[in-house]
């Protein structure tokens, strides 16, 4: 069962979900969590892993990838809006990133919250998790 962690940021709310998903021939692994700078996930060779973040682009902002260690690789990127009957504009939702392990290995996977555009202007937010593939 993957574990929902909750932060607030000052200029953005972020719902993180770290967790390792089911692989050929691989069970899922736990993780450990700690503060945005310091969420971890363990994987073994060939199992995937899932980042789900809270996002609204409505507003300009989206979670983009500023660091991709080398024992991963991006498979999917999708963003799902939240459900609202009423159909309101300007709702959020919520942006997965899945990566597979495809070599052992350490390394950091950052994200920045940011508008595209605005190349000079620091993120809302960042994100950091650090990977370990056996």
């Known amino acids: 069962m993957p574990l929902l962690l ?24 736990g993780h450990e969590t700690g503060s945005d700078s310091d969420r971890s996930v363990t994987l073994r060779l060939g199992q995937s892993t ?13 979670w983009q990838i500023t660091a991709l260690p080398s024992p991963l ?3 999917s990127s999708t963003y799902k809006p939240s459900p609202n009957p009423s159909h309101m504009v300007g709702r959020g939702g919520v ?13 950091d996977l950052k994200f ?8 000079s202007a620091p993120p809302a937010q960042t994100l950091t998790v650090k990977v370990n593939v056996h």
């Not at 972020?14 to 021939?25: D, I, S």
């Not at 899932?50 to 989206?62: M, S």
Request: proline content about 7%; hydrophobic content about 40%; glycine content about 8%.
């Open 50 to 62: 899932d980042v789900a973040l809270d996002e609204n682009p409505t507003t300009g902002y989206e």
């Open 6 to 29: 909750r932060t607030a940021a000052a200029a953005a709310l972020c719902a993180l979900a770290v967790f390792p998903t089911e692989a050929a021939g691989a069970g899922p692994t």
């Open 112 to 119: 920045a919250y940011r508008r595209p555009w605005e190349t």
């Open 95 to 107: 942006h997965t990133f899945r990566f597979t392990a495809v070599r052992r290995g350490t390394g």
């Open 73 to 75: 690789r991006l498979k």
